[in-house]
């Protein structure tokens, strides 16, 4: 069964790191580009962090670069989205992406495989 099983999240003070992890399995994570996305209460899901399928390339949304950090490790199928000096409008639920293909984008309809979404909270 093709599936992204994500891990972490939390709760954590302002200033405050976490880590996302995203597992895949049934499916060749290093075939596909990721993308991490975010929906706050209230407001439409967003786009936070893209890694192509080789690991060269990297872009981030405004709101995290300098923060966030996308990794991956394509020898265990997995993705990373490493989070530094969370703020309180970092609250979200958090989703792993992945679709087949070097290119990552922004754009949700271009995926085809999403994780189960993770809390992260930033409060105090």
């Known amino acids: 069964q093709l599936q992204i099983v994500q891990s972490g999240g939390g709760s954590v003070q302002p200033g405050g790191s976490l880590r996302l992890s995203c597992a895949a399995s049934?499916?060749?994570?290093?075939?596909?580009?990721v993308g991490w996305f975010r929906q706050a209460p209230g407001k439409e899901r967003e786009g936070v962090a893209l890694?192509?399928?080789?690991?060269?390339?990297?872009t981030y949304a405004d709101s995290v670069r300098g923060r966030f950090t996308v990794t991956r490790d394509n020898s265990v199928n997995m993705a990373y989205l490493q989070m530094n000096n969370l703020k309180p409008e970092d609250t979200a639920i958090y989703y792993c992406?992945?679709?087949?293909?070097?290119?990552?984008?922004?754009?949700?309809?271009?995926?085809?495989?999403w994780g189960q979404g993770t809390q992260v909270t930033v409060s105090t």
């Open positions: 049934g499916l060749t994570l290093e075939n596909y580009a």
């Open positions: 992406a992945a679709r087949l293909g070097n290119s990552a984008m922004f754009r949700e309809e271009a995926y085809e495989y």
């Open positions: 890694i192509t399928s080789t690991g060269r390339a990297t």
